[in-house]
């Protein structure tokens, strides 16, 4: 595995060092900026390009988290985010999805968990904590995001696709996926495929977003 570069935002000295604490161990993660702000981060990132994630909180001074990640989505692309925060409220959920977040959780997860989902966005996935997970779709069915038109291309997808959205969008990954509908991995990446080519988006967090906008699985 690649060298896995990270910038931590967080305006707390003693939570940047508790997590290069936490992550000093392993071989493939490495702090390799850090900031207390919105603009101390879009500085680094303007003046060096060899940052792969940033983890930043939601609650900074002056700008917060979601607008750090907006910036981000809009002027650097490829740069993956993923929200570390002590807020797991749906306001903010909902908005880390839209805004396309990779991955979101809670300041009280374990090393191995923050490992893990560090992993797997780099990997190209995306990596929501259940708790998170649970008020998206929570909110979803009770349908308090917003509604767009949906696209004959969504509504061409087969039960079996929709079976498998749906695991995808409660945060399950390929492997556990196979496991449950016992199908093989390859199986189960050929249909996320072929669901990203019917729905028209590049990657799984386009996916979720556009899948709960859109009403999808309904």
């Known amino acids: 595995m690649d060298k896995i570069n990270i910038l931590l935002v967080d305006d707390h000295q003693i939570i940047r060092d508790g997590?290069?604490?936490?992550?000093?161990?392993?071989?493939?993660i490495r702090i390799a900026e850090e900031a207390s702000n919105v603009s101390e981060a879009l500085a680094i990132l303007e003046r060096q390009n060899n940052v792969s994630l940033i983890i930043s909180d939601i609650s900074l001074?002056?700008?917060d988290g979601l607008d750090l990640l907006k910036i981000v989505k809009k002027e650097y692309e490829g740069l993956q985010f993923l929200f570390l925060s002590m807020y797991i409220e749906e306001h903010y959920a909902l908005q880390a999805v839209e805004y396309g977040a990779d991955g979101y959780l809670p300041k009280d997860v374990s090393v191995s968990t923050l490992v893990n989902a560090i992993k797997t966005i780099h990997e190209g996935d995306i990596y929501y904590d259940k708790k998170i997970s649970d008020l998206i779709i929570k909110a979803f069915i009770n349908k308090n995001i917003r509604r767009y038109g949906v696209g004959e291309s969504s509504r061409s997808l087969t039960k079996r696709e929709k079976e498998i959205l749906g695991l995808v969008i409660d945060g399950v990954s390929n492997s556990i996926i196979a496991d449950k509908l016992e199908i093989s991995v390859r199986t189960v990446e050929n249909h996320r495929a072929n669901i990203l080519?019917?729905?028209?988006?590049?990657?799984?967090?386009?996916?979720v977003r556009y899948t709960?906008?859109?009403?999808?699985l309904n």
Do not use: C, S, Y
């Open 212 to 216: 709960l906008q859109h009403d999808v």
């Open 61 to 63: 001074p002056k700008q």
């Open 19 to 28: 997590i290069k604490l936490m992550l000093q161990d392993n071989e493939f």
């Open 197 to 207: 080519r019917k729905v028209g988006v590049k990657n799984t967090a386009e996916l």
